[in-house]
Nanobody, 122 residues
């Protein structure tokens, strides 16, 4: 069974940090790009970051550049999103998703995790 599972969400104060993990099982994602998306209440789901299959190419939404870092460890079947200097506007459900290609496509990914809640509040 193809599966992505996110973890690491929680409640953090503004300026704090969290590291999200996306673990995959049931298939080999070594050849797939992985994206992190987020959706706040009443808003659309947007991509915040993406990493190519090799890890050699990454991109970020303008709103998180310089604060978030995406990485992957294919040996551990895991992709990470390090989030620093968190702001209240980062509050959302965060999802990881797999593109069935090795690059960060503009198309909607095929495989999604269930999401993890991130709340930034004092």
């Amino acid at each position: 069974q193809l599966q992505l599972v996110e973890s690491g969400g929680g409640l953090v104060q503004p300026g704090g940090s969290l590291r999200l993990s996306c673990a995959y099982s049931g298939f080999t994602l070594d050849y797939y790009a992985i994206g992190w998306f987020r959706q706040a209440p009443g808003k659309e789901r947007d991509r915040v970051s993406c990493i190519s299959s090799s890890g050699g190419s990454t991109n970020y939404a303008d709103s998180v550049k310089g604060r978030f870092t995406i990485s992957r460890d294919n040996a551990k079947n895991t992709v990470y999103l390090q989030m620093n200097s968190l702001k209240p506007e980062d509050t959302a459900v965060y999802y990881c998703a797999a593109y069935q290609v090795g690059y960060c496509s503009t198309q909607i990914p095929n495989i999604w995790g269930q999401g993890t809640q991130v709340t930034v509040s004092s």
